[in-house]
Each structure stands twice: as structure tokens, then as C-alpha cells.
């Protein structure tokens, strides 16, 4: 046999696909997603190296909820970066 020949046998052709043979079913092999995806990752209640947790409280310089920070001395507007002091974020 040509070694070309032997060639074409081992290497299917470009352009054409060869599907499973039959009385051959592809192996199928079942996973649950849960062993997949892992365990939820939980968030911790505040980020890395912060000092204080993010909420959400009114500025009183803006007039509305905003999101902030909640820290030791108070509560810190995310918008215009206020500080309102711990007795008034308690109120």
C-alpha cells in the first residue's frame, strides 16, 4: 500500500465528517452541576481591609437613600462622600 494511501485512511478528509459508527453510541457521562459548580461562595460582611460595611441610609446633603459606608465615626454618603456622625445615623 502507497504511503499516501495509508495516509488518507489514518487522516480524514478535510471538509467531511465521519460520525460514530453504527451499534456505536458516544460514552455519556453524567455529572451533578452541584459537584461541577462547587459551593455557593459566601460574601463576606464586609469587604477586604475596609473598616466599615456598605449600606444604604439618607444623605442629608443629597436628600435621598444613597449606598455608603458605615463605619466607627458614622455613616459616609457614596455620592457627595459626607460623613453624617453616629449619633445622627442612629436617629
Known sequence: ???????????????RHRGPRAGHAPERIEVPIDDLLGTWPTPPPHAPNALGVQCWDDCPLCGHATAGLLHTDGFTCGECLTTKPTEEADQ
Open 1 to 15: 500500500m502507497s504511503p499516501l494511501r495509508t495516509l488518507r485512511q489514518i487522516v480524514a478528509p478535510a471538509g
